[in-house]
């Protein structure tokens, strides 16, 4: 009995720290406690809208190019929707050609001819027997999107954050001695086994006196895309110096 | 456990001979040290650590007249700046200002210097402006003699750079050789139908491997003077004639070509001694057509990969350049001229050794010696 209070309040702290962890709130919502996790999921929701917002702004000042593709942004951070952005060159399709237009100034080999896989109902009853041309055409035509975005990228110090003008193409016209079917290698200038990507950082950084981008940035995915695209035939050699 | 070495390795050994040799320098007159000196080069050399010839200075033997007095002419050269603003850039501007500087340090004086062209990168007033105060640092500015390229050009369609320099083609006579410079870098107009404002045009332009841009090509009016201005000069007098792109068509993604070049080398085909210095390509560039000779030049700013096909017989390719080392695979050079009226050109590397490329190696003459080879393909 005299030690009861002393165990009362154990208790009462215990279960005051496990209330307040943000682990246990977010995973054991407590009965009788409706209008609190209702406060605390609204919270949640504004957190993620600020970071979405955050995000939105990013994404605009990096991506972004034409007056339009802003008042896009701004209308995605006015509705706030999950993935704004990042994909906003892609939807300009819908309005603008702009993937010919790219064509137009920037050659790229062609995407491979994929006819082979169409073989009529010979496997009737595989997925490899149910392709049709409209999959092929949509295979392209996504592939050489996001090819034609790299070369976009590549060719516009601007959208690679350079700070004094320099871009990709300056030094590899149709991403010429970039050989991407080279790596991993090991960089000696680098002293470790170098990405494709992390010669393109270094790039970035150093000629082009820009911001390194992070390996799922999606003009670092893009461009990646434009290279490997330009070196279509060359056989890997990964390692080769 | 005690390692024992039991046989040294060559970096060892280099290392050890090199320490003995810096050691053995303390305290030594002249006779001593000669000794010492031929002794540990023999041994580097032995060891294959030093390669005969390396770093000493190209000594080119010139033609001399009856008189044994030396008449061959000797021309500096700068090409390929890219000039930004100031404020932009200042990695090139400094590239221009170390070659200015190895212009004005050369042991011989230059007759003339030639600046190659494309010395803005997108043709702004202050990009020229800026590289005409650097190019006022040379030590014989009153003799240079400049070039335009497409860069310096497409912003104002020359508007600038003629108010700067003058006339982009010219003309004169320098110890019984003539040089004519041409301005070749003309593109049919693609940016009217377009709607380009001058920035785009200029953007389009300067992107080489932009194909919403035309071939260059020289203009049937220009090859009339041309016609015009060699037409009292004869058959065995030299002719050095100057353009931006190449005056043959090498690559035309990249505009490496010109449009109307055969009918440019019709005009020249009939001069025994005939060559064409060419900016545009940023590399070492070597070419024969007929008698025709075709020599590149190296850009300060960044040197261009080489032509994916098509490339000439004739030329040596540079080692593939450092992308770590900005000044790799950039530099100036000079071209002389010898007696002859022929001409041998020396691309002077930042941070390689030079190469050389004689007229007697073009002329396939015998013992003439090629241009060194670098140990790994330009990639």
Redesign the interface.
């Given at each position: 009995m005299k030690y009861s209070s002393f165990i009362l309040a154990g208790i009462v702290i215990f279960s005051t720290v496990l209330a307040g962890s943000a682990q246990w709130r977010n995973m054991v919502p407590r009965r009788g406690n409706v209008q609190q996790t209702a406060v605390r999921t609204v919270e949640n929701v504004q957190e993620k809208a600020a970071a979405v917002k955050q995000d939105v702004k990013s994404v605009a000042a990096s991506v972004t190019k034409t007056a339009e593709t802003k008042n896009k942004v701004k209308a995605a951070e006015e509705t706030e929707t999950e993935f704004p952005g990042t994909n906003d060159q892609w939807k300009d399709s819908l309005s603008v050609d702009w993937i010919a237009k790219e064509a137009?100034?920037?050659?790229v080999p062609p995407h491979f001819n994929n006819r082979s896989v169409l073989r009529g109902d010979q496997h009737d009853g595989h997925a490899y027997g149910r392709y049709t041309e409209a999959d092929l055409r949509l295979w392209e035509s996504e592939t050489v999107r996001l090819v034609m975005e790299g070369s976009r990228i590549f060719?516009d110090a601007e959208l690679l954050g350079s700070t004094?003008?320099?871009s990709c193409?300056?030094?590899?016209?149709?991403g010429?001695?970039t050989?991407p079917e080279t790596y991993p290698k090991y960089q000696v200038?680098l002293g470790r086994a170098a990405l494709l990507r992390d010669m393109m950082n270094?790039?970035l950084q150093?000629?082009c006196r820009a911001e390194p981008m992070s390996g799922d940035d999606p003009r670092m995915r893009a461009m990646e895309a434009y290279l490997n695209a330009t070196s279509s035939g060359k056989p890997m050699k990964y390692g080769k110096h | 456990m005690s390692i024992r070495y039991l046989r040294e390795n060559l970096e060892t050994r280099v290392e050890r001979e090199r320490n003995e040799f810096f050691a053995g320098l303390v305290n030594l007159d002249r006779r001593s040290f000669l000794k010492v000196a031929s002794a540990s080069m023999t041994a580097a050399l032995g060891a294959g650590a030093v390669g005969l010839g390396s770093f000493q200075p190209m000594k080119i033997v010139l033609g001399e007249d009856a008189d044994g007095k030396e008449q061959s002419l000797k021309i500096a050269y700068i090409s390929d700046s890219h000039l930004?603003q100031k404020h932009?850039?200042?990695?090139f501007a400094n590239a221009l200002l170390r070659a200015v500087e190895d212009v004005n340090a050369m042991e011989e004086e230059p007759d003339f210097i030639f600046y190659g062209g494309d010395l803005a990168?997108?043709g702004q007033p202050e990009e020229l402006e800026l590289g005409a105060e650097i190019l006022s640092g040379l030590k014989y500015r009153d003799r240079l003699k400049i070039m335009v390229g497409e860069h310096d050009w497409y912003y104002d369609m020359g508007e600038k750079w003629q108010s700067l320099f003058g006339s982009p083609r010219w003309t004169f006579d320098l110890k019984g050789v003539r040089f004519v410079c041409l301005m070749s870098v003309n593109e049919e107009d693609f940016w009217t139908p377009a709607g380009l404002t001058p920035m785009e045009r200029m953007k389009?332009v300067a992107?080489?491997?932009?194909?919403?841009q035309r071939p260059f090509f020289v203009g049937d009016e220009q090859i009339a003077w041309l016609e015009k201005t060699l037409a009292d000069w004869k058959d065995d007098q030299p002719v050095v004639v100057f353009s931006h792109s190449p005056l043959y068509k090498l690559y035309k993604?990249?505009n490496f070509w010109t449009d109307d070049a055969e009918k440019v080398q019709a005009v020249l085909k009939r001069f025994q001694k005939c060559t064409v210095i060419h900016g545009h390509t940023h590399q070492v560039l070597t070419n024969k057509i007929e008698n025709i000779h075709f020599h590149g030049l190296l850009s300060t700013a960044?040197?261009?990969?080489y032509a994916?096909k098509g490339m000439p017989e004739w030329t040596v390719q540079m080692n593939?350049s450092?992308?770590?080392n900005?000044a790799d695979g950039c530099g100036w050079g000079d071209i002389r001229v010898s007696t002859e009226g022929l001409v041998d050109k020396v691309y002077a590397l930042w941070n390689r050794k030079p190469m050389f490329v004689s007229a007697a190696y073009l002329n396939e003459e015998e013992g003439a010696v090629p241009p060194a080879r670098p140990n790994l393909p330009s990639?």
């Amino acid at each position: 009995m005299k030690y009861s209070s002393f165990i009362l309040a154990g208790i009462v702290i215990f279960s005051t720290v496990l209330a307040g962890s943000a682990q246990w709130r977010n995973m054991v919502p407590r009965r009788g406690n409706v209008q609190q996790t209702a406060v605390r999921t609204v919270e949640n929701v504004q957190e993620k809208a600020a970071a979405v917002k955050q995000d939105v702004k990013s994404v605009a000042a990096s991506v972004t190019k034409t007056a339009e593709t802003k008042n896009k942004v701004k209308a995605a951070e006015e509705t706030e929707t999950e993935f704004p952005g990042t994909n906003d060159q892609w939807k300009d399709s819908l309005s603008v050609d702009w993937i010919a237009k790219e064509a137009e100034s920037h050659k790229v080999p062609p995407h491979f001819n994929n006819r082979s896989v169409l073989r009529g109902d010979q496997h009737d009853g595989h997925a490899y027997g149910r392709y049709t041309e409209a999959d092929l055409r949509l295979w392209e035509s996504e592939t050489v999107r996001l090819v034609m975005e790299g070369s976009r990228i590549f060719h516009d110090a601007e959208l690679l954050g350079s700070t004094n003008g320099v871009s990709c193409d300056m030094c590899h016209p149709d991403g010429a001695n970039t050989h991407p079917e080279t790596y991993p290698k090991y960089q000696v200038q680098l002293g470790r086994a170098a990405l494709l990507r992390d010669m393109m950082n270094w790039c970035l950084q150093n000629p082009c006196r820009a911001e390194p981008m992070s390996g799922d940035d999606p003009r670092m995915r893009a461009m990646e895309a434009y290279l490997n695209a330009t070196s279509s035939g060359k056989p890997m050699k990964y390692g080769k110096h | 456990m005690s390692i024992r070495y039991l046989r040294e390795n060559l970096e060892t050994r280099v290392e050890r001979e090199r320490n003995e040799f810096f050691a053995g320098l303390v305290n030594l007159d002249r006779r001593s040290f000669l000794k010492v000196a031929s002794a540990s080069m023999t041994a580097a050399l032995g060891a294959g650590a030093v390669g005969l010839g390396s770093f000493q200075p190209m000594k080119i033997v010139l033609g001399e007249d009856a008189d044994g007095k030396e008449q061959s002419l000797k021309i500096a050269y700068i090409s390929d700046s890219h000039l930004y603003q100031k404020h932009i850039n200042d990695r090139f501007a400094n590239a221009l200002l170390r070659a200015v500087e190895d212009v004005n340090a050369m042991e011989e004086e230059p007759d003339f210097i030639f600046y190659g062209g494309d010395l803005a990168q997108l043709g702004q007033p202050e990009e020229l402006e800026l590289g005409a105060e650097i190019l006022s640092g040379l030590k014989y500015r009153d003799r240079l003699k400049i070039m335009v390229g497409e860069h310096d050009w497409y912003y104002d369609m020359g508007e600038k750079w003629q108010s700067l320099f003058g006339s982009p083609r010219w003309t004169f006579d320098l110890k019984g050789v003539r040089f004519v410079c041409l301005m070749s870098v003309n593109e049919e107009d693609f940016w009217t139908p377009a709607g380009l404002t001058p920035m785009e045009r200029m953007k389009t332009v300067a992107g080489l491997d932009n194909q919403a841009q035309r071939p260059f090509f020289v203009g049937d009016e220009q090859i009339a003077w041309l016609e015009k201005t060699l037409a009292d000069w004869k058959d065995d007098q030299p002719v050095v004639v100057f353009s931006h792109s190449p005056l043959y068509k090498l690559y035309k993604n990249w505009n490496f070509w010109t449009d109307d070049a055969e009918k440019v080398q019709a005009v020249l085909k009939r001069f025994q001694k005939c060559t064409v210095i060419h900016g545009h390509t940023h590399q070492v560039l070597t070419n024969k057509i007929e008698n025709i000779h075709f020599h590149g030049l190296l850009s300060t700013a960044w040197p261009w990969p080489y032509a994916p096909k098509g490339m000439p017989e004739w030329t040596v390719q540079m080692n593939r350049s450092d992308p770590f080392n900005s000044a790799d695979g950039c530099g100036w050079g000079d071209i002389r001229v010898s007696t002859e009226g022929l001409v041998d050109k020396v691309y002077a590397l930042w941070n390689r050794k030079p190469m050389f490329v004689s007229a007697a190696y073009l002329n396939e003459e015998e013992g003439a010696v090629p241009p060194a080879r670098p140990n790994l393909p330009s990639f």
